[in-house]
């Protein structure tokens, strides 16, 4: 048995303890002794006091109550108002799972009702949120997990032992090293490998769907193997930071993968898109559903701010991005206080619709891998009030001359933040009750927005718990869900909104309802999202008006009539001056910047007007560089 375990034992009254394993980070220990498990006197939160380590007290499997009799004692101690949908026993780990559309009540006033249970039932009871949109993805996610606990048991002991037990590598003079994969002096494609003395740690694997011969990260790069990878950190749910993470298990990868609990969701559902899509375009996929599946059973969720080792020497916590839902700041503390590091992802250091800003305070930070997509000294967005006023007098003038407004977007994110923003405007009565139709994955994600208030920002939150008026369930989104319903809607719908994927007109329903509506000058399209170099959506931003579609063998010529505008305010990104800003807040101030995920002129100038404004060391690597940090 492990050093920790056998001194967390010897910590504890002989024969309490029938079993102690790992869960990650976490320690758990079984006992069959009922009085210890219900009140154990604060023998666990002194040993939690002692090692610093998450300790959690369950009861053995052979005590707890039969399923069948707990699954009705738990029923009659939830009340209706909590409208209870599912219950789920995990025996392995004598956990069961209670799903309620109003968690809160569920609980009861500081956990009572949780209490209750674990007296009655001896099960460890955690609730979980019943999305008020039904999502099938999240279904089958939490069925995925159910099914397999007896590998989840295994794999999360195995995880924990190479955390407690390690130095597989030996106790060298300490080094921290980053080599970027992909996502250098590029929007697209992130993929950071971190190295130090004990851990091989990927940070984000994406794919850059606007390049067809550039669209992997360079995971043949001599130093990164496979068989050495010890964790996988996903700082948020975009294709271009998560696409190719089933990838790694495809090749045999069985450690585990952090995020937030929104994030694997959004990013099975992406990935499962991805396949279906190629599929779609007659290509093989790389990846099946089988290696997400793999994924999601190797996936160790974390809420923010919750602080867990992942390797003997580094240790990890997530923080709000503000970016999209679930998105991460990930600060690593390496080599037991050497150095600390905060990789943003993407991030939005200003307000939005859907979330707060981004956090700036750290315990410590040394080294700041930041994003700089909108890193140029021209890229200034203008303030939100003036977008949302462009906004609707584009959507009034279209929807009264009897167009209708196509907006591309991101599935993820952009989508919701203007649903949001179109619900308000409505509300208002600023712009027309018009319906807003919402087209294929939207819908999907939108339904995980409802699954995790905790999620969003105070505003939206307060909406949804104290008013009761959740603004995604309003009456004017309509769902298309099939190529059928999408043809009654260019055909018969009168003025209307539509939001579709892909946000960068790079295939699926977009470019379908772009052929269709393309045409007809009353009609405007609006891209409020990043378009990539290369991409259908830049090259009608640059001014392209004559659009080539291949249809099977014959080329189509689109001649694009419709109005397109673009809004650059409702990006999910900082603009210019919210990067500096970001840096500026960022406490501690950190001693060097890397500046990535930017077109090569915007990560050198964010780069040269941070070391010239902040005094700070600053370097904008290129793909396959390595940096010594340490
Ligand atoms: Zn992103």
């Known amino acids: 048995m492990s050093d920790i375990l056998n001194e967390v034992l010897g910590n504890l009254p002989k024969d309490s303890i029938s079993d102690a394993a790992f869960e990650g980070a976490n320690i758990v220990l079984y006992t069959k002794d009922k009085n210890f498990f219900l009140d154990n006197k604060g023998a666990i939160k002194k040993i939690v006091d002692d090692i610093k380590k998450r300790v959690e007290l369950r009861p053995d499997p052979s005590i707890t109550m039969d399923m069948e009799d707990a699954k009705a004692k738990i029923k009659k101690i939830i009340p209706e108002e909590a409208k209870l949908s599912n219950i789920i026993f995990d025996p392995q780990r004598s956990q069961v799972i209670i799903e309620a559309e109003k968690p809160g009540l569920a609980i009861g006033k500081q956990g009572s009702l949780l209490k209750e249970i674990r007296e009655n039932t001896l099960w460890v009871p955690l609730i979980k949120r019943t999305p008020t949109i039904r999502s099938k993805l999240i279904e089958s996610i939490r ?13 999360l002991h195995k995880t924990g032992k190479r955390i407690y037990d390690g130095w597989i590598r030996g106790k060298k003079e300490g080094w921290v090293r980053v080599t970027y994969l992909g996502g250098a002096r590029q929007v697209g494609r992130s993929c950071l490998f971190l190295q130090t003395a004990e851990s091989r740690i990927l940070l984000d694997c994406g794919i850059d769907v606007a390049s067809e011969d550039q669209a992997y990260p360079h995971l043949e790069a001599p130093e990164f193997k496979i068989d050495e990878l010890d964790a996988v950190i996903v700082s948020h749910a975009h294709v271009d930071h998560i696409g190719l993470v089933p990838y790694l298990f495809k090749y045999g990868y069985r450690g585990p993968v952090y995020c937030t609990a929104p994030t694997r969701d ?23 559903s089988e290696e997400i599946k793999e994924m999601v059973k190797h996936t160790i969720t974390l809420d923010y701010g919750e602080v867990t080792d992942v390797t003997p020497d580094v240790r990890i916590t997530l923080y709000n991005a503000g970016h999209i839902l679930g998105s991460s700041l990930v600060h690593l503390h390496i080599g037991n206080g050497l150095h600390n590091m905060v990789y943003t992802g993407d991030f939005k250091y200003g307000r939005s619709e859907l979330l707060n800003p981004a956090h700036t305070e750290f315990p410590r930070c040394e080294t700041l891998l930041m994003e700089s997509t909108y890193g140029g000294k021209e890229n200034t967005l203008p303030p939100r009030e003036e977008c949302d006023r462009i906004f609707a007098d584009i959507i009034t003038k279209t929807l009264n001359r009897g167009g209708k407004v196509l907006l591309p977007v991101l599935g993820v994110g952009r989508a919701q933040e203007i649903l949001l923003t179109v619900e308000q405007l409505i509300r208002n009565k600023v712009i027309d009750k018009v319906p807003v139709f919402i087209d294929g994955m939207v819908w999907d994600v939108t339904a995980i927005h409802t699954a995790y208030p905790e999620y969003l920002n105070n505003e939206v939150r307060k909406q949804i718990f104290h008013k009761n008026q959740n603004p995604f369930l309003s009456d004017i989104f309509k769902r298309v869900g099939s190529k059928k319903e999408r043809q009654e809607v260019i055909e018969n719908e009168g003025p209307c909104i539509i939001l579709a994927t892909s946000g960068m007109l790079v295939g699926g329903a977009s470019v379908e309802y772009l052929k269709e509506l393309g045409d007809n000058p009353n009609n405007s399209m609006l891209f409020t999202c990043y378009q990539g170099p290369g991409s259908l959506g830049r090259r009608i931003q640059n001014g392209e008006r004559e659009i080539v579609f291949k249809n099977g063998q014959k080329q189509e010529i689109l001649p694009l009539k419709m109005e397109v505008y673009t809004i650059e305010g409702y990006t999910g990104h900082s603009g210019r001056k919210q990067l500096m800003n970001f840096v500026q807040r960022c406490s501690p101030r950190p001693k060097k910047v890397i500046v990535n995920h930017g077109e090569s002129s915007r990560c050198l100038m964010l780069a040269s007007s941070i070391h010239k404004s902040f005094k700070i060391e600053t370097v904008a690597p290129r793909n396959l560089e390595a940096i010594r940090i340490v």
């Open 143 to 155: 069925s995925v997990l159910y099914e397999h606990s007896d590998y989840r048991r295994k794999f």
């Open 266 to 288: 959004v990013m099975a559902l992406l990935q499962l898109d991805l396949v279906k899509i190629q599929r779609s375009e007659g290509k093989e996929p790389i990846y099946t």
